[in-house]
C-alpha cells in the first residue's frame, strides 16, 4: 500500500559519538572522512525511515568543516528529512559538538544528503511517501529542496538548463558555472 505522507518529526534520527584516538588526523582533531561517515550512516537511517524501505546514497553537496573538533569531544549529528520527490528523498544534517561535560558546544558543520529508496529485492528505485512539513523551518527548508535539488542535477548533467525553471531566474545567469 502506497503511504500518502509522512511528517518531518516521524523520521528525524539523531547519533551521538565521542571522539576516540582511532578517530583522530595526526593532530589529535576529528579526521573529516570519519565524520563523513558518521554523517551518511545516521542520514541513511534518517531516509530509511521515511522511505520505509533500504536507501542508497546518490549525493552529498557541498561540505565544509568549519570548526576543528578535538579528541575527546563527544559530537550530536541531527537529521531530518527536508523533502521527498519520487524515488529520492534529501536529508539535511546538522553536526554539533561539546566537551565532555556538555559545555563550549558549537556548530561545526553541516550537509544535505540525497537517498534513493530501493526495493528488497531487485535493488531498483522504488517511489517514496511524500513529505509533509508542518512548522515555519520545515515550509522553509521543503521550499528551498527543490531548488537544491535542481542545482545538483544541474551539476551531474542529468538536467538541462532550461528544465531547471526555479532556478534560472536566481542563478543561471552566471554562464561560468555550468558546462550543459
Ligand atoms: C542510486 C541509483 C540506484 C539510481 O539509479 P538510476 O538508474 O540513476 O535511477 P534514476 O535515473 O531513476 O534516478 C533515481 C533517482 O535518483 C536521483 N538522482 C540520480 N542522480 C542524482 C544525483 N547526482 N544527485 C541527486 N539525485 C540524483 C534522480 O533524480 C531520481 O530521483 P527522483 O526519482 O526522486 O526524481 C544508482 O545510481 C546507484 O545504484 N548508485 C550507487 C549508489 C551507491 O551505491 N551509493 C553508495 C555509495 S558508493
Known amino acids: 500500500m502506497q ?15 565521542m571522539i576516540m584516538p ?5 593532530i589529535h582533531n576529528l579526521m573529516g572522512g570519519n565524520l563523513l561517515r558518521w554523517m551518511d550512516v545516521v542520514a541513511g537511517i534518517c531516509a530509511g525511515r521515511h522511505c520505509e524501505s533500504y536507501v542508497v546514497t546518490v549525493s552529498v553537496d557541498h561540505v565544509s568543516f568549519d570548526k576543528p573538533i578535538p579528541l575527546g569531544d563527544v559530537i550530536t549529528l541531527e537529521c531530518v528529512v527536508t523533502r ?14 561539546s566537551n565532555i561535560k556538555g559545555k563550549n558546544t558549537r ?9 534513493v529508496a530501493v526495493d ?13 512539513p508542518h512548522s515555519a523551518v520545515e515550509i ?3 521550499d528551498a529542496a527543490l531548488k537544491r535539488r535542481q542545482l545538483r542535477l544541474l551539476l551531474s548533467g542529468r538536467l ?3 528544465q531547471a525553471k526555479e532556478l534560472q531566474a536566481q542563478l543561471l545567469s552566471d554562464e561560468s558555472l555550468f558546462s550543459n
Open 3 to 17: 503511504i500518502k505522507g509522512k511528517t518531518v518529526d516521524a523520521s528525524k534520527a539523531i547519533m551521538t559519538e
Open 22 to 26: 582511532n578517530d583522530t588526523n595526526p
Open 140 to 142: 522553509k527548508r521543503y
Open 84 to 97: 521527498a520527490f519520487n524515488t529520492s528523498c534529501e536529508v539535511y544534517v546538522e553536526v554539533f559538538s
Open 107 to 115: 556548530r561545526c558543520n553541516d550537509a544535505y544528503f540525497t537517498f
Open 160 to 162: 538541462g538548463k532550461k
Open 120 to 132: 528488497d529485492k531487485d535493488k531498483k528505485p522504488i517511489k517514496v511517501p511524500a513529505l509533509l
